[in-house]
């Protein structure tokens, strides 16, 4: 099955909304000559912002994270209505960052993926194994749990939408990669545990990113794997000349 190509850049806790802005326009210089989907996310700050400066661009725009509540006493949570009211369209749950500096467990992330799908949010679920995990060789079982878990309770037509990050934690902001055969090992193994959890069909269909120190010079090499339908990227993606290379992979 061909599976559209998904180019993400996270910004994290970067950027003003001015510089959101800037960046967002510098970002139009790429060609997108993979016919890519091509996502952003800013701080919350920035999404209105971004979400209108990118009128025009079919770039998609996400939230890095929301609450799982819709309002409520929730000082400084951000809830999937209030995403949605800024005009983004997608949202990063269960980033590595989320889960080992916030303490999203994966109980947490199950409720704030019902929330996103009940608002019509398309998720980018984050999985991902610590350095400590793929050495004493948990590294499936520890994907496993987090993709049981944290689709608990969604049917294959509910998730047709998702989007997967196979995120190494060992590799994030380290400057490590995983090597394009570890990645592809990896995805492969994730597509097999969503056959068996949803379905073969949709195993086929869903999109596996991979995210970890991707950079312009690694990208290509990556991105040839059968299993790696796009990439996740962090620091680089704040880059738009970087940026922009790595949406036009070879």
């Known amino acids: ?41 800013p701080s919350f700050t920035s999404l209105n912002a971004v979400v209108k ?66 608002h019509g949010l398309v998720i980018v679920f984050c999985v991902g194994e610590t350095l400590e995990q793929r050495e004493s060789g948990k590294t499936e079982k ?11 309770g969604f049917g294959a037509e509910q ?21 394009p055969e570890q990645a592809q090992d990896t995805h492969k193994a994730i597509r097999a545990m969503l056959a068996e959890q949803l379905g073969k069909e949709f195993a086929a269909g869903v999109r596996i990113l991979y995210g970890g120190s991707v950079k312009a010079d690694n990208v290509d090499a990556i991105m040839a794997k059968e299993d790696v339908d796009g990439v996740l990227v962090g620091g680089q993606s704040l880059i738009a000349e970087k940026f922009n290379r790595i949406i036009d992979y070879n």
């Not at 001015?18 to 989907?37: M, P, Q, R, T």
């Open 1 to 41: 099955m061909s599976r559209k190509p998904f180019i993400a850049g996270n910004w994290k806790m970067h950027n003003t909304v001015e510089e959101s802005v800037n960046l967002i326009e510098g970002l139009k210089a790429a060609k997108n000559k993979n016919n890519a989907d091509i996502m952003v996310a």
């Open 53 to 118: 400066a990118s009128a025009g661009t079919g770039f998609k725009v996400a939230a890095q994270d929301c609450y799982y509540e819709d309002k409520g006493a929730f000082t400084s949570q951000v809830s999937p209505v209030q995403v949605k009211g800024t005009g983004a369209t997608h949202v990063i749950l269960g980033h590595s960052e989320r889960r080992s500096l916030f303490g999203d467990t994966d109980e947490i992330l199950n409720k704030k993926v019902g929330a996103a799908l009940n």
């Open 142 to 152: 520890v994907i496993k749990d987090q993709l049981v878990n944290g689709l608990k």
């Open 159 to 179: 998730l047709k939408d998702l989007v997967i990050a196979y995120e190494p934690v060992w590799a994030i902001g380290t400057g490590k990669t995983a090597t």
